[in-house]
């Protein structure tokens, strides 16, 4: 069955980097658009990057872009997600998603948590 596994989140000061990872298993993953989607403390899902199956065509949201760079790795089977500039703002888990239409996706990770603060 589709796995998702996501790394890489933790605590940083604002303005620091971070970068997650998430690797897949169980499909064909070269063959798959991947996104990633993130979820604040009290708040409801946002939709952050995508990636289309050949990492040729990127997209992000207003709120991230110039700041995250999103990439993947089809001979690993790994989904990246930069995030460079890091704001409070930014705190969330992050979850590695499989055939999104935004913010409704078929499969997803377990997420990881990125928090930012002094």
């Known amino acids: 069955q589709v796995q998702l596994v996501e790394s890489g989140g933790g605590l940083v000061q604002p303005g620091g980097s971070l970068r997650l990872s998430c690797v897949a298993s169980g499909f064909t993953f070269s063959n798959y658009a991947m996104a990633w989607v993130r979820q604040a403390p009290g708040k409801g899902l946002e939709w952050v990057s995508a990636v289309n199956s050949g990492g040729t065509t990127t997209y992000y949201a207003d709120s991230v872009k110039g700041r995250f760079t999103i990439s993947r790795d089809n001979a690993k089977n790994t989904l990246y997600l930069q995030m460079n500039s890091l704001t409070p703002e930014d705190t969330a888990a992050y979850y590695c998603?499989?055939?999104?239409?935004?913010?409704?996706?078929?499969?997803w990770g377990q997420g990881t948590q990125v928090t930012v603060s002094s």
């Open positions: 998603a499989k055939d999104c239409a935004g913010t409704v996706c078929g499969s």
